[in-house]
């Protein structure tokens, strides 16, 4: 058996998630100094191809969710903060996760991703309240568009319109989706430009293979208690 299905039957959150939790309510200065220009956004109204049947979803086990969190939570120092605005981000991590349909497959290339940009930042780099929230949603959109069409994707798809509100049917992930699961914390022009500096900062580079997918999870087993 290998390691992405031993962290799937593993525990999972309850389902608990609350639409009135104050997230919406935060208030974010998010901000880049890098920009690529003539990036295509992402219309929900978008053509849907079926690909591969779509399997049924499970939300991320609670240990996967807690690596997360301490993972972006090391991510960078914080500069001293007098009032906080941002979230909590266990249950923003938990909110995005269910609502995107993040497989775990998806959550570990994400986390992969996140090491990469990590290892790109200089050595004085230093993060706001919510860079936390912004290095999640910038690696779940790079990793959920990197899988999508394949058997590891295939948790997101989705055949004919659909709704959030809708829990049985997944979706496939975009920026204006992300946009509207962060309760409009931040606009989709905001996204679109976590994405771009993201990807940037990881210099374009968003293969992963199985190979790597496993040998990341070797290297944190016990974290993961695998």
């Not at 992405?4 to 208030?27: G, L, R």
């Amino acid at each position: 058996m290998n390691f992405i299905n031993k962290i799937q039957q593993q525990q999972q959150h309850p389902n608990t998630i609350n639409d009135n939790h104050p997230i919406s309510n935060s208030t974010s200065s998010t901000s880049s100094d890098e920009t690529i220009d003539n990036v295509d956004n992402v219309d929900d109204n978008d053509e849907k191809t079926t690909i591969l049947p779509a399997e049924s979803f499970k939300p991320l086990p609670s240990i996967l969710i807690d690596f997360f969190a301490l993972t972006i939570c090391d991510f960078l120092p914080m500069k001293r903060i007098e009032l906080r605005t941002a979230p909590e981000l266990m249950y923003f991590i938990q909110k995005i996760t269910y609502h995107a349909r993040i497989s775990c497959h998806i959550a570990v290339v994400a986390l992969i991703y996140i090491d990469r940009c990590k290892a790109a930042l200089p050595k004085n780099a230093r993060g706001d309240q919510d860079t936390a929230h912004r290095i999640l949603i910038a690696s779940l959109l790079a990793a959920s568009k990197f899988l999508h069409g394949t058997r590891w994707g295939s948790s997101q798809q989705l055949e004919g319109s659909h709704d959030m509100a809708d829990e049985n049917k997944p979706c496939w992930l975009t920026n204006q989706k992300m946009s509207r699961f962060c309760g409009n914390m931040y606009t989709l022009h905001q996204i679109n430009e976590l994405e771009r500096s993201f990807l940037k900062l990881i210099q374009y580079k968003c293969w992963v293979d199985d190979d790597q997918v496993q040998d990341y999870l070797v290297q944190h087993r016990q974290e993961l208690l695998l």
